[in-house]
């Protein structure tokens, strides 16, 4: 194509729909009209989005500025501390629910019928002891409580250890988990050189980006050494995923590692923050004036509250002797009664009082909030219930509610599986070392994933949000289980009333433990009795 070719010349021939190229617009009639090209680079009007970036995070100056804004913000607080009660809260409690299918498929069968009871009554009770803590001071779920909240402002390496048969987790920060630039003594980047790896921003990696392993800078006893220490990311025999980096947000999918999920808004709350405390800090100033003069021209500029002020600094004639103690207290008492108790002020001529005040106080709650709904969002929270504020109707309410409950629902699965998930697999594949948990099929298959998969899947259920109105839910559910739509057991998971089993085996016990009543009935002159056995 040459270079006229680039230009189009209309035909002066009578135009109709059918060939009116141009459409309506009589100025392209008969015109030369250019035909350019190019590229879009997000831009329509050239100039205005600026220079084009490509930003990398740099995650330790995030995670400082996320732990800043956490320690000094309490707009973070406010909407971090939901978040974090509701999605671990107390701890996630096991749903063993073993695929029996996929079993059948590898040649296992025959499943004892009490394996899911004695699995989740086994876990129940070392999930709750210390014996799940690498230091031996929390149980599990206090462990997951920090580990989410580690995540949530940034990253946290979460590693798995066995010691004398039972399983437990340390945690550390990402913080810790640097390269080892300055380790000579071991020389750790040649080492993994040799192994054909790479380490990136503390990470092993294989050619294939496989993390091997973690390096965390190690506390020494000599402030002048610089010490590392290697974790690995399986274990050597069992091929068990034993250390893994987690984190809630990366900022692209080939970064090593994660930032803070409140990265987009740091600078947002900060300076909401010290909009706050300037708002205060005014009115707190403007509050110490209870009054002003103003003077026109016709005023003389007179004070009328001269005498007062001489009193008040000790000048006057009504200035106290009395220094100290229930002496200078009572005359103090009686200094104020006197200045303020139904006074009247001959104002001169030209000049009045005027009240200080300002619309910055007046107008502060709305603009606060119009900013804390769009920090909320930022961070899926709704801002009714990081506020705990439910002022609109019921079903306002119960959709703000519902919302927040899928998001919950939605980070609570994606930690289990990261979290409580691995962990329990480690604690099956132990006890039935150990013979605790009665397994067909599984030391024989120990290596075969599939089979660990398959005895291990479970589900990780915690507290439900509290109900708007728990008579409708309750009508709700009912309905639902009466139209076969929902099982006894999901029933229970909905309304947030414990576990069902448990719930059924204690009605039982109860009804059988009821003792007989009787109830008199009167009938004539005689009573009847009836005996009620519940």
Partial sequence: MGFFDLFKKSKPQQETPQNNHYGEHAAYRGQWVPVR????????????????????????LLRLRAYEAKLTNDTIIII????????????????????????????????????????????????????????????LHEIAAKAFETAFFGDVLIVFRVEEGYPNIQLIDGEHVQTPYFDDKDKWMQKAKNRGNIIRNGIELNPKGKHIAYYVLAESTDPSEIKFERIAAWGERSKIRMAWLYGLKKHRIDNDRFIPVISPVLEKVAKLDRYTEATVGTAEERAKLVYAIEHDKDSNGENPFIQNNRVAAGMGKNSAPETEGYALGEKTAQAISATTSKTAVNMPIGAKLSAVYAQNEIQYEAFWKSIFKSLC??????????????????????????????????????????????????????????????????????????????????????????????????????????????????????????????????????????????????????????????
Avoid: C
């Fill in 80 to 139: 971090t501390n939901k978040f974090f009660k509701w999605v671990v809260g107390a701890g996630l409690k096991l749903q063993s629910e073993p695929n029996e299918n996929a079993l059948k498929t590898e040649k296992i069968k025959n499943i004892p019928e009490s394996f899911t009871d004695d699995v989740e009554a086994r876990f129940d009770v070392y999930a709750n002891s210390t014996k799940a803590d690498y230091q031996e001071m929390e149980n």
């Fill in 377 to 534: 969002a930022a961070v899926d929270i709704p801002p009714e219930v990081a506020m705990q504020e439910y002022n609109s109707n019921y079903s306002a309410s119960r959709a703000a509610i519902n919302g927040f409950e899928f998001i919950i629902k939605f980070f609570r699965k994606k930690f289990s599986e990261k979290f409580y998930a691995p962990f329990y697999q480690l604690w099956l594949h132990t006890e039935v070392l150990k013979g605790n948990i009665k397994a067909p099929g599984y030391l024989l298959h120990s290596n075969n994933f599939m089979v660990r998969e398959a005895y291990g899947k479970s589900r990780f259920i915690g507290q439900n949000l509290p109900h708007v109105d728990p008579v409708k839910e309750v009508k709700a559910v009912v309905q639902m289980l009466e139209s076969e739509l929902i099982s006894n057991e999901q029933s229970t998971e909905m309304l947030g009333v414990g576990d069902w089993k448990v719930n059924y085996a204690k009605l039982k016990k109860e009804k059988e433990m009821k003792p007989e009543k009787e109830e008199e009935k009167p009938t004539g002159g005689n009573k009847l009795k009836i005996a009620n056995n519940g």
């Fill in 37 to 60: 090209t190019g590229t879009f680079n997000g831009e329509k009007t050239p100039g205005e989005l600026g220079s084009v970036y490509k930003l990398t995070p740099s995650y330790q």
